[in-house]
T-cell receptor, first 111, second 113 residues
Framework: QKEVEQNSGPLSVPEGAIASLNCTYSDRGSQSFFWYRQYSGKSPELIMSIYSNGDKEDGRFTAQLNKASQYVSLLIRDSQPSDSATYLC???????????FGKGTRLHILP | DVKVTQSSRYLVKRTGEKVFLECVQDMDHENMFWYRQDPGLGLRLIYFSYDVKMKEKGDIPEGYSVSREKKERFSLILESASTNQTSMYLCATQTGQGNYGYTFGSGTRLTVV
């Protein structure tokens, strides 16, 4: 089982709709969870961190964590064309605290 | 905001050359990391450092070495560049206080010919 799994996409969402990105992880000892946005040819940029079960909102972004199901998600409300990017889920590995990255989901917002 | 500066945006080197990739950060972060990113393979950890003079191997250290002589600078060295080291190289930093996310530099796209 891969440590951090994401659907590679592309996920196509109409402008103004909610984009939902999902991620599962294998290490039950993980305590820190992150979402990065990466535009084509650019480096990843941290957009959300979440450490406890439930929802965390920041502007149009909501991160959701369910440790029992080992599941993290990112919701983007009122999607804009500028949200078109690859979104990387990242999780700290319990045994050595390293951050492990998923391979990312490509999101395409349709104008 | 933390600034993480990588010395070159694009680099072309010949097979067998010794290559130095530099990373400098200005926010006094203890932890620094080197990753490479390849299509279909994602981000892979090469080396990391939690302190000056300290270095540890990541998941794919073969063919690479690192140097951290000062807290703000972490260098990645390709001892003898090979074509399979053509990749995007990303430096990242992290505060040592608590488990926070990484801040990445802008990346160096290295092509070995």
């Amino acid at each position: 089982q891969k440590e951090v799994e994401q659907n590679s996409g592309p996920l196509s969402v109409p402008e103004g709709a909610i984009a939902s990105l999902n991620c599962t992880y294998s290490d039950r000892g993980s305590q820190s969870f992150f979402w990065y946005r990466q535009y084509s040819g650019k480096s990843p940029e941290l957009i959300m961190s979440i450490y406890s079960n439930g929802d965390k909102e920041d502007g149009r972004f909501t991160a959701q964590l369910n440790k029992a199901s080992q599941y993290v998600s990112l919701l983007i409300r009122d999607s804009q064309p500028s949200d078109s990017a690859t979104y990387l889920c990242a999780v700290n590995r319990g045994r050595d605290d390293k951050i492990i990255f998923g391979k990312g989901t490509r999101l395409h917002i349709l104008p | 905001d933390v600034k993480v500066t990588q010395s070159s945006r694009y680099l072309v080197k010949r097979t067998g050359e010794k290559v130095f990739l530099e990373c400098v950060q200005d926010m006094d972060h203890e932890n620094m990391f080197w990753y490479r990113q390849d299509p279909g393979l994602g981000l892979r950890l090469i080396y990391f450092s939690y302190d000056v003079k300290m270095k540890e191997k990541g998941d794919i250290p073969e063919g690479y070495s690192v140097s951290r002589e000062k807290k703000e600078r972490f260098s990645l060295i390709l001892e003898s560049a090979s074509t399979n080291q053509t990749s995007m190289y990303l430096c990242a930093t992290q505060t040592g206080q608590g488990n926070y996310g990484y801040t990445f530099g802008s990346g160096t796209r290295l092509t070995v010919v």
